[in-house]
Structure formats: C-alpha cells, structure tokens
C-alpha cells in the first residue's frame, strides 16, 4: 500500500545524516563533508535540532511542489527528510495549535537564499492555511507585495543578481483559526546611495530597469523618459542587462502586483513618475560661474531636463533652479544665503535623488501596509518572517557606511541567536538545576558593544562627530575612533595597530576594521558622516513640498514653512540603531524558528561547493557548537503544570485530575509510561526531555488517547441521545397506541351497530311480510264472501224476477239492439260514401260479421245505381258507340291478342272520304245505301300470298270490294251469303270472310283480307248481319283455318315468325293446301 511507503522517520533513505546532532565524530570536517555529500545529492536542507540549514542550490529543485506541500502538511517535524516546509508547518502549527506567537529568522551571507527562503515558508503557509475567497484575497495581497517591494528594494550586487538592498521584516496576522488575516511590514534602512551610484558590476534598483523596458512607449513618453539605459546617468552601464532576468515582464508583474495589493491607478502612476523623476534629477549638470565676489557659483548646464522634471513634479522651474543653486540656513530667525558652487550643486542634487528615492519606498511599505493590515481588532498571532540584508563585505576597503550598518544588523541577529540557543539554553540547565558541563562558544556580544555603546560605541561617535560645531570630516571621526577604540579587541585602524606596535600595511590610512563574528571588514571612512547625516538642504525639500504633486508634497512634509523644525533630525546611525533594538525587542516576545542559508560558492553557481567558504560561513555561524549544546542538551523542555495539563490523561492516577504538586505528577505519570530514566530530567522548574523521539513517543500516545477520549465522549453522547430518543418514541408509542385502539374499537362497535340494525330491519321484514300475508287473506275472504253473497243475492233475485222477463223481454231488446246497430251502420255508410265513377273500386269495410250480405247487396245497388246514372248522361250517338264497343268486347276480349290495342281507339267507320273523291263517283254511284265502313284493305291473293289493295265497302245489305284506283267494283256479296269470319288469336289484321256455297259470289271463292281496323271491321260486319238477317254471324277465332279457293280449300296458318319485315306480318305460300303467315 502507498502508505507504507510513507517515509516515518528523517532516519529513513537517509543522505549522510539528516540531523547534525546524529553526526559521528563531530568535528569540522566531518560537518562539512557531511554537508557537501548532501548538497551534492540535492539534499539542501540539513537539521541541527530544529535549526535548518539551507545551502542555495542556485538552480531551481524539484522539491516545492504543491504535493510536497502536501507531504509535509501536519507531519512531525523529524518525520520526513529535512526541508523548509517542515521548519515552516512547526511553527504554523505550534501557532495555531499552541498559541505561541512565532518569528522565523532568516540569517546569512548575501545570496545565500534569504529571500527565497522566506518567500518559500511564506507561500508554503498560505497554501496550508485556511480557504475561502476572503482568506485567498488577504493571501494572495500578502504574497504580491513581494514583487512590488523587490522591484523597488533589490539590485543585482556582485553576489546577488537580486539582492534586498533593505531590510525586511513582515508579520502575519492570524485568527484563532489560524487563517490569515493580515499583515504588517517593516523596512530597514534601504541602501540609497545606490540611486546615484553603483560599485562596478552592479545595478542600481530594478524598477528603473523594468521601466524602460517594460513601459509601453505611450507611457513612457508620459513619463518623459527614453527607453534608451545609456542616457541616465544614473544607471551603470557595464552591467545593465542580467542574464535570465527579463526586466519588461518583471514590469508587467510588478504593475499587476501593484493592483492586487490595491494601489489606485492614480497612485500606481504618482509612484512612477516619482521614479522617472529620480532617473531624470542624475541627467542634470552643472558648470561652474564665477561671480564679481569671488565665490564660487554654479549653473545648471542644460536647463531642458530640469523643465520636463518640473513638469512632471509640478514643481516651480525657478524654484527648484534656485534650490540648486543657492542654501538658505536658518540661525536664530536669521536667514543667511549662500550660493552653492559645483560640487556641492551635484551633491545636493544626488540627496534630492537619494532622499525622493528612498521616501518613495517608505511610502510604498506603508501603502502596502494600508492594504494588507487585518480589518479586525480580534486578538490575532503573529508570525514573523525576518529577511534582512546578509552578512557584506567587499574587497578592496570598498565597505562603506552601508555596509558597517548591515553588518551590525547582522551581529545582532547572531547575538539574538547565541542568546535564544546557547547561552539561554546553557543558562536555564544550570538555572534549572540540570548537570550541565559547559560549552565553549564565541559571544559576539562584545563587537555588539562595540558598535552601540551608548558613550564609546562606533555609532556614538560618529553622531558625535556629526553634530560637534566646527569642521567635521570623515578624518576627524577615523582619529576619534582611534582615540576612544584603540584598545578594543574587535576594533584595528592603522594608527591604533601603532600604538599596538603592530604593523599592517594592508590597512589604508582612511580605513578602520572590525573584526566581525563572521570575519573581518575593512571599512572606507569616506561618507559616513554625510551618510549618517543624510542632509538634505531645506531649500530643497521645501521646493519638494511646494511642487503641485500630492506625492511629492507628502512625501517631504518637513518642507512646510509653517512646521519648520530647528531641531536636527536625528542621525541616519541612531534611527537605524533603534529601529534593530526595537526588532529585537520584538523577537525576543516571540518563539524563534532558525534557517540558516549558507552560500556553497561565490560565482552564484549551481553544483559548486567551495569548501573553504562554506567552512568559514559555518565557522562564524557557530553551528558546531550549535550542535554541541544540543546534543548535551535536551532537546525539550516545558514547565510541569502544561506538561502535566497536557498529558495527564496517559495515566490513571493524573486523570481527569492530579490533586498535589504538578512536578510529582509528572513524575507519576512518566513512570507509569515506564519512559527510561536517561531520556529525562526533572529541573525545578520544567521537565527537560533528551531526546526528541520521546516527545513523540509521548505526542503520539496522547493523540492515541485523545482518540479513545472523543471515542469515549462519542459513545456516552449516543448513548444519552440514544436513550432520550428511545424513552421519547416510545412515550409516543403509547399515545400512538391509545389512539390506535381507539380507533378499531370505535371501528368494531360501528360495524357491530350496523349489523345489529341489519339484522333488525330483517326481522322487522319478515314480521310485516307475514303480517301483509294474513291481511291479504283476509281481503280475500272477505271479497269472497261479498261474492258469494252478491251471486247468491243474484240468484235469490233472479229466482224472485224470472217470471216477469221470460215472455218477450229478449226479442224485444234484440231488435231493439239491433235497429240500433242499423241506424249507426247506415249513418256511418252515408258519411263514407265513394264517389260515382263506374270504375270506382273503393267501398268501406265491413263493421259487423252479421251485415256481410247485406254489405255486398248494398255495394253492388249502388255501383248499379251510379252506372245507371253514368249512362243516362250518353247522347243516342254514344249509345251506340258503346254498344259497338260493348260487342267488340264481347266477341274478342281475352280471345283476339289485337283486342286490347283497339279499345282505345274510337270506331269511325269511313276511313275513305267516297263521296269527296271524284275518282270513286261511279263507285259511290253504284251503292245508293248507307256505307257503314269505308276502307282500303290489303287483299291476299290466293295464288301466291301477295297482298294487292282494295276498297272494302259495308253498307246495310252488302259487302263489297273495289278497285282502289279506279274504284271498280270487283266483287258484291249480300250479307245473308257471308257465313262466317276467321281470324287468329294472334296480333294480327289478317281475316277470311267465308261465304256461302254455291251462291254467286262463292264462285271465286273466300276472301282473304287485311285490315288495321279488324276488330271494328268485324264487330260492324257481326252487327249488320245480325239486324238484317236476324242471324248470328260465326266469328271463329282461331290459329289454323280452313279458307275455300276456288275447289279447293286451303289452309292458312299464323305461326310466330321472325321480325324480318318490321311488324307486318307476312304471308307465304307453302303449297296447294298451306298457307303461311308469319306474325311477329
Ligand atoms: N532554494 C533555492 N532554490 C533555487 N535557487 C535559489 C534558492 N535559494 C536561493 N536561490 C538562488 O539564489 C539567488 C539569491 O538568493 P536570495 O534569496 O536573493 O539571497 P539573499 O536574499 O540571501 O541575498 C536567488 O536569486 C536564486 O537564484
Ligand atoms: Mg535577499
């Protein structure tokens, strides 16, 4: 499983050791070698204790990962391999856990990795500290003023590509929590002379740099600058451009840094124009003016630059032009003006630069301060990061003031270092009562003295110097500080290696040296009383402080004429002194966490370890005895009340509570744990535990037992909570309960009553039933009995009246009835009388059975009554044209198929007009009588069947034919000669008039004719015969018949023919004795 790989102990995979205090043999060379094997494994960090070592890799590690962060977050600090991140969680945890107020104290040489390493335990806080978008801001404020300070406050130095050219020290606020809540920031003493001048091979402040880079040329053309490095004077120009640094996006973070720690835009602006202004006051020159007098004056050579930085300023050309040139002083309300001749014109030009410069900075550090400080008044803890300038020292005596004031700072820090770790640990065991042989270690408290001493200390001095009337130079304070030094131990100039008969020629004559904890330096005398002066001529800064520029106007408050100050400000040295005394006041309240950064070599190389300077660097630190004191010592102590408060629960008798002396309490408790005797020691006051592993051993019981504590108060709460629950449900249970029963016997009594009125309404059902039953029968026995009695009252009666009825009482109320029934039936007919037409079918039904006859008598008088009636209304003429039609009727209805077609049609009689037509005169000549019919007829000749056409006449006593043309008569035969006519039963007009045999007219034989009035013809033919011969003529109706020609007789046949001819039928004939005539 990947967490068994999980490293337990710095004990493990281990490079040489881990902790110096595990190195076997101790001496110098060991540690080194020990040191090197580590670094050239890429271990940079080694323990003493709970000191770090750091040694700058020069080259980035792989080691600062979010999951190392991750890694060492809440880890014992001996868990895992030695690391920054280790050093940093202590002491965040010992802050939030422990309510101990923390600083981290960053020492070393110049590029030894001061600055990243604070900026490490910085971020690896934030990252480990509390969430939220509020936390984050503070946060991400705090870790941006980092840029905009380095952009502002480093350089590259010969040592350092980005040096701190000031001193800084940041404390974090914490809530009880432990998240963040803000911050507040402390400069020390930035380096100001290298505004106007840098020693060979370095820069002067980044920001100018970034400026020109970085700026777009819009801006800078608001600044007035030129982009161009070689046209300030100001910027040395052998090493302007550092390699790996890119100063134009360096530009760009820095301006987005500016905007997160919440400077306006309007102030971001200010700031560089003050900046551009500071590049622009170096480009201003001066030459010399001799005036009538005879003093010296001086004259701005190129008066351009001096008008675009009034521009910029807002300051009065005249005015600043006059500042230059001439030095008001104020004795006594006396003002006195002296002109200024070329030197001291440069000179107070660069401490106009220096002093804008170095206020700037100032007023940056208090901005960001604004910004960063918690919005709280809670009661907050601190932790301190200190990150101050490290231990300088230049070749060639070219220490200067500077260097004097970083180098005592420095010697400070080492004196808070021997104070907190040697000597305090030394002095507690013997105070505590512990054996303790003691160490030998250098106290630099003597070279401290040294420089501070209030009466002979060298900073006294040189205020001394600085503010005695009369001429001051740096010579005079060298002779001084011989004078009063000579004799100390720590303190070489050349005169006083004289009086000590000593000779060192490698000592200049205007140098003094001090011999530092960390080695010695020769400092150049030249500068420190201007320096520690730090004058700057109220002419100028009042000039600063008229200038139309809120900025400038702020950042020179003493320019004010209404707040003129007689009084000297105080020295550069004495500021300087206070404000270290005031931060080592201030880390003295505070548990101290050490790095320790060592420079592995001088060429700001990766890989190289140069023995000789880490050596030295070691040497001077005091590590060895570092370690010394720690393994004689012990590594923990804590007073008896907490340690017993804190571990009082691992044993029964101290717990919950230890009623006695905490110390004997402890004593219990460590023997119970059964810890042995060597790994601890009671003082008088405190416990002091050997080793560390014991401390865990002890830590890690006590979380152990905690655990089984919370799992203890986590059982008795859920019991309780448990309980109360359990007693609470099963109270409602109860009720629940009650409600419930309730609730089904309410149900169960509902549903017995419902049954109950079921049943009941059954019962009550069948009683009425039953009682219903008898009432009937009751009802009908007494109906019964009034029938009986009324039958038996019937009888009675009708016994009694019998006699009187039996005679003729009936028949005479069944005629009676029946007249009645008459009269009513005889009413009714005439109401429902049909109407008179003979053909009339409707008569009205039949109302009794009993009339059915004299219903039909009825019906049939009546139709004979209203057909009386119809005929009454004929004239004689239509008489007789109904009694025609009527023998018609009679001689071929049903019997002639030609029959049906006739009775439409009126009988006319004389088709053929003979009287009209002149060509029939002889024929009408001939026949004197009446003509009944007159019609062309189709004769049948005998021979062959061809029809030929003839007139056929009717008169009262003959029948004639005659030639159609001419009206020839061709034959004449008397009625009582014709016998018979034949015809077929067939649709046909064909007849044969048959005559008598043996009269005149038969000689020729029958006739056989066709008409298309047949039925008239023949019913006219039967009429007449019938009222001159009183005989009935036969009319035979058949399809066969017998026709005389001549001898002999043949036969004529009507067969069904085919529709050959239209509708005329035809005649064939078939031989002698047959004659065929086809009808359709
Ligand atoms: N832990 C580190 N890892 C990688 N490089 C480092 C580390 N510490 C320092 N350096 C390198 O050394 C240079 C100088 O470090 P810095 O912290 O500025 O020194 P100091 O502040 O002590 O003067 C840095 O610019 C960086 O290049
Ligand atoms: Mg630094």
């Known amino acids: 499983m990947a967490k068994m790989e999980v490293k337990t102990s710095l004990l493990d995979d281990m490079i040489g050791v881990g902790d110096m205090v595990l190195l076997e043999p101790l001496n110098e060379d060991s540690f080194i070698n020990n040191l090197k094997k580590r670094f050239d494994h890429n271990e940079v960090y080694t323990y003493i204790g709970s000191v770090v070592i750091s040694i700058n890799p020069y080259r980035s590690l792989p080691i600062y990962t979010p999951e190392k962060v991750e890694e060492y977050r809440n880890r014992n600090f001996y868990e895992l391999s030695p690391h920054i991140f280790a050093l940093s969680d202590e002491a965040y945890r010992s802050l939030r856990d422990q309510d101990k107020d923390q600083c981290i104290l960053i020492t070393g040489e110049s590029g030894a990795g001061k600055t990243e390493a604070s900026k490490l335990v910085m971020s690896y806080v934030a990252a480990v500290c509390g969430k939220g978008a509020e936390v984050n801001q503070v946060k991400e404020q705090l870790l941006q003023s980092n840029p905009v300070l380095e952009a502002f406050g480093n350089a590259k130095t010969v040592r350092n590509d980005n040096s701190s050219r000031f001193g800084k020290y940041m404390d974090i606020e914490f809530d009880f929590k432990g998240d963040p809540l803000g911050g507040v920031i402390s400069n020390y003493l930035l380096e100001k002379s290298r505004v106007v001048k840098q020693p060979r091979g370095e820069r002067n402040f980044h920001i100018f740099y970034q400026i020109l880079s970085g700026a777009s040329e819009e801006f800078l053309c ?166 101050i300038y490290g231990f300088e020292i230049f070749e060639n005596a070219d220490n200067s003031f500077e260097q004097f004031i970083i180098n005592y700072c420095n010697e400070k820090l080492q004196q808070i270092f021997i104070e907190l770790t040697l000597k305090e640990e030394q002095e507690e065991y013997i105070r505590e009562g512990i054996e303790w042989t003691n160490i030998e270690y250098f106290n630099n408290a003597i070279i401290c003295d040294l420089i501070e001493n209030n009466q002979t200390g060298i900073l006294a001095m040189l205020d001394e110097e600085c503010l005695r009337p009369g001429t001051v130079t740096d010579d005079t304070f060298l002779e001084k500080l011989n004078q009063v030094c000579a004799t100390h131990q720590h303190f070489e100039s050349r005169m006083s290696k004289c009086s000590r008969f000593l000779n060192d020629t490698s000592l200049p004559h205007s140098c003094f040296r001090i011999q530092h904890y960390a080695g010695k330096v020769m400092y150049q005398v030249e500068g420190f009383v201007d320096k ?39 020295t550069a040295g004495s500021q300087f002194k206070a404000s270290v005394a005031t931060l080592m006041k201030n880390l003295q309240t505070k548990n101290p966490n050490y790095i320790r950064c060592i420079k592995p070599n001088d060429k700001k190389a990766a890989h190289i370890f140069n023995d000789a300077l880490v050596c030295h660097q070691i040497r001077y630190l005091g590590l060895l005895e570092n370690v010394r004191v720690r393994r004689a010592g012990y590594a923990f102590r804590q007073a008896y009340e907490p340690c017993l408060e804190r571990y009082k629960m691992l044993c029964k008798q101290t717990w919950p509570h230890w009623r006695g002396p905490a110390r004997a309490g402890v004593e ?71 409600w419930a029963r309730r609730y089904a016997q309410q149900k169960r009594y509902q549903k017995i009553k419902s049954s109950a009125i079921i049943v009941q309404s059954y019962i009550r059902g069948w009683k009425a039933r039953k009682l219903l039953r008898e009432l009937k029968h009751l009802k009908r026995c007494n109906e019964a009995v009034t029938i009986i009695a009324a039958y038996w009252h019937g009888t009675q009666v009708r016994r009694e009246y019998r006699k009187f009825f039996r005679a003729n009482a009936g028949r005479k109320i069944y005629e009676f009835t029946l007249q009645r029934l008459m009269q009513k039936y005889f009413l009714e007919m005439k109401k429902k009388m049909p109407s008179l037409s003979p053909i009339d079918k409707n008569w009205p039904a039949r109302p009794y059975l009993f009339l059915d006859s004299t219903h039909k008598e009825l019906k049939r008088i009546f139709h004979l009554w209203r057909c009386k009636k119809y005929r009454d209304q004929f004239t004689d003429q239509q008489k007789l044209i109904y009694e025609e039609k009527l023998e018609a009727s009679e001689l071929f209805k049903d019997k002639k198929a030609l029959y049906p077609a006739s009775v439409g049609q009126p009988f006319q009689g004389a088709y053929l007009e003979i009287s009209e037509n002149p060509k029939y005169k002889k024929l009408k000549d001939a026949v004197d009588e009446k003509i009944i019919i007159a019609e062309v007829v189709n004769k049948i000749n005998r021979a062959n069947g061809k029809a030929t056409s003839r007139i056929f006449l009717l008169t009262k006593n003959n029948v004639l034919l005659a030639d159609q043309k001419n009206g020839t008569i061709k034959s ?81 046949k009507f067969i069904q023919g085919s529709q050959k001819n239209g509708n005329i039928p035809t005649c064939k004939r078939k031989n002698n004795r047959l004659l065929e005539v086809a009808v359709p």
Not at 269 to 288: C, D, M, R, T, Y
Not at 534 to 552: P, T, V
Request: proline fraction near 2%.
């Open 222 to 387: 608001k600044l007035k600058l030129e982009r161009d490095f070689s046209r300030y004077n100001y910027l040395g120009l052998d090493s302007a451009k550092v390699n790996g640094v890119d100063d134009a996006s360096n530009f760009r973070t820095v301006r987005n840094a500016m905007q997160i720690v919440g400077f306006m835009d309007h102030e971001t602006q200010s700031v560089f124009e003050v900046v551009a202004a500071v590049l622009k006051l170096g480009n201003i020159e001066f030459k010399p003016e001799s005036r009538a007098n005879g003093l010296d004056e001086s004259k701005i050579k190129d008066k351009n630059e001096l008008k675009e930085i009034c521009e910029l300023t807002g300051i009065d050309q005249s005015v600043l032009e006059r500042a230059f040139s001439f030095r008001t002083v104020e004795a006594k309300q006396e003002k006195v003006s002296t002109t200024l001749n070329v030197a001291q014109a440069y000179y107070a030009r660069d401490a106009l630069a220096k002093n804008l410069y170095s206020r700037l900075f100032s007023w940056l550090v208090t901005r960001i301060n604004e910004s960063i400080k918690a919005q709280t008044k809670v009661r907050k803890k601190v932790m301190g990061v200190l990150d």
């Open 532 to 570: 520690n002066n730090d004058l700057l001529y109220r002419d100028l800064s009042q000039a600063m402080w008229k200038a139309n520029h809120s900025l400038i106007k702020a950042l020179f408050p003493e320019g004010n004429p209404a707040k003129i100050n007689l009084k000297r400000p105080p």
């Open 668 to 738: 219990v408790l460590f023997d119970e744990l059964g810890i042995p005797e060597e790994e601890f020691s009671f003082g008088r006051s405190k416990i002091f535990i050997r080793n560390p592993r014991t401390l865990f051993k002890l830590e890690d019981l006590r979380k152990q037992r905690l655990e089984d504590l919370a799992t203890l108060i986590e059982k008795i709460y859920r019991g309780w909570k448990c309980r109360t629950r359990f007693l609470l449900m099963k109270k409602s249970q109860v009720v629940i309960a009650s």
């Open 972 to 1052: 004449e035969v008397p009625l009582g000669d014709v016998t018979k006519v034949s015809m077929s039963s067939q649709n046909d007009g064909f007849f044969a008039v048959h005559l008598k045999e043996g009269s005149e007219a038969a000689t020729k034989g029958d006739f056989l004719l066709s008409s298309d009035h047949l039925i008239e013809m023949a019913t006219k033919l039967y009429r007449t015969t019938l009222s001159q011969t009183k005989q009935k003529l036969n009319i035979e109706i058949s399809d066969e018949f017998l026709v005389q020609f001549k001898q002999d007789k043949v036969c004529v």
